[in-house]
């Protein structure tokens, strides 16, 4: 049974910080790719990071490394989102999702993020950063 909700979404000013969460269970959590994607206004959806919960293997998009920091907690089944040094272009409804890579065969996750492979969504949280 599919579980993801997503937590700790607000409106900051620019500069500041937030952490994400994505809370799992056992069955969408467990050696599972995970990742966020965010949806800003008049926008598509884009990649942000990817994390294997089975070795913690992350990839991040261009666009966001050195400000964004994925990681696991395997006693939370949480996977989080630490975004520092808001600009509001990161102003978005930040999505959590997941996909087990087995099904293509592999234990790794598909470095380009390809929104296509993950069969499990949560509904998003708000993040808003003003100038």
């Known amino acids: 049974q599919v579980h993801l909700v997503e937590s700790g979404g607000d409106s900051v000013q620019a500069g500041g910080s937030l952490k994400l969460s994505c809370k799992s269970n056992e069955f969408t959590y467990s050696k599972n790719c995970m990742g966020w994607f965010r949806q800003a206004p008049s926008k598509g959806r884009e990649p942000v990071a990817i994390i294997y919960t089975g070795d913690g293997t992350t990839h991040y998009a261009d666009s966001v490394k050195g400000r964004f920091t994925i990681s696991q907690d395997n006693a939370d089944k949480t996977v989080s989102l630490q975004i520092d040094d808001l600009v509001p272009e990161d102003t978005a409804t930040y999505y959590c999702?997941?996909?087990?890579?087995?099904?293509?065969?592999?234990?790794?996750?598909?470095?380009?993020?390809?929104?296509?492979?993950?069969?499990?969504w949560g509904r998003g949280t708000q993040v808003t950063v003003s100038s």
């Open positions: 999702a997941a996909y087990n890579p087995l099904m293509f065969g592999v234990r790794i996750c598909d470095r380009g993020m390809d929104e296509n492979h993950f069969n499990y």
